[in-house]
């Protein structure tokens, strides 16, 4: 199937590893043109670098802190004509009510809740100037199941569910969709720093994290998200906006 990516301009977030580079690589595919937004430059072009030669894009990088309001801005002015935004950066430590102070709370919503929402407040507005535009953030199933053990990230994903719904749902008026996905489990360094956690509070020893990886469903791949998110802004899925997709082998259904 075409997607109709090729020659198409996109934005990743937190594009230097993970899920973020997983989406790169699906889009590049494509043929779709990048930027790569992180705070590592070093390790940005090199993933750049490995992009261009792969499949023979252009590959721009910018070095931003999008915790900071300031780089949020900077960013933003890169751009004229940009066709997708991918919403990707951040990592919601977990924890208790109690366990995550109010600063780690704050610095981790910085970056991911606020960052979502200011590059949503400054990007939008020139996607319905120019008629057309995709913007989808790459969210958590922690909103689909809130558990007390990972609050910080569970509030902060339910908020941005309701972000992408909310603008989602009348955006098609100027030709903008707006959407998310809730990625479950996925085999990710992310995946690990969690488990180590878990394993901590849970055996007192971070070092039996492996045995928290469950087998049904097991983990996800980067792939399995990267594929639907290129799908899901292409224009094969040009009906599709206010809508959250949960990416978890069924196990927010349970």
């Known amino acids: 199937m075409d997607l109709n990516l090729s020659g198409k301009r996109a934005l990743i977030t937190g594009a230097s590893k993970g899920i973020g580079l997983g989406v790169a690589h699906a889009l590049a595919g494509e043929g779709v043109h990048l930027t790569l937004t992180a705070r590592s430059a070093e390790r940005l072009e090199t993933e750049a670098t490995a992009l261009r030669s792969a499949y023979g894009v252009t590959v721009d990088i910018a070095p931003f802190d999008l915790s900071q309001s300031a780089d949020q801005r900077a960013l933003a002015e890169q751009f004229g004509q940009l066709d997708i935004v991918v919403n990707n950066a951040g990592a919601i430590p977990g924890g208790s009510i109690t366990d995550v102070d109010e600063d780690t709370w704050r610095q981790a919503w910085d970056l991911k809740v606020f960052g979502y929402i200011n590059l949503t407040r400054l990007l939008l507005p020139r996607m319905e100037q120019q008629g057309s535009g995709v913007i989808l953030n790459v969210i958590g199933a922690a909103a689909d199941r809130p558990t007390p053990g990972y609050i910080a990230g569970a509030i902060g994903n339910s ?19 707006v959407l998310a996905v809730n990625p479950g489990l996925i085999v990710t360094d ?65």
């Open 190 to 254: 992310r995946m690990g720093d969690l488990l180590k956690q878990q394993a901590d509070e849970q055996f007192g020893d971070a070092s039996r994290w492996e045995e928290l990886i469950p087998t049904d469903p097991a983990p996800g791949t980067v792939e399995q998200v990267a594929d639907v998110v290129a799908f899901l802004v292409s224009e094969r899925a040009s009906h599709v906006s206010g809508t959250v997709l949960t990416i978890d082998g069924g196990t927010s259904a349970r």
């Open 159 to 177: 908020g941005l569910v309701a972000m992408s719904k909310a603008i989602g749902s009348n955006s098609l008026q100027k030709g903008v969709r």
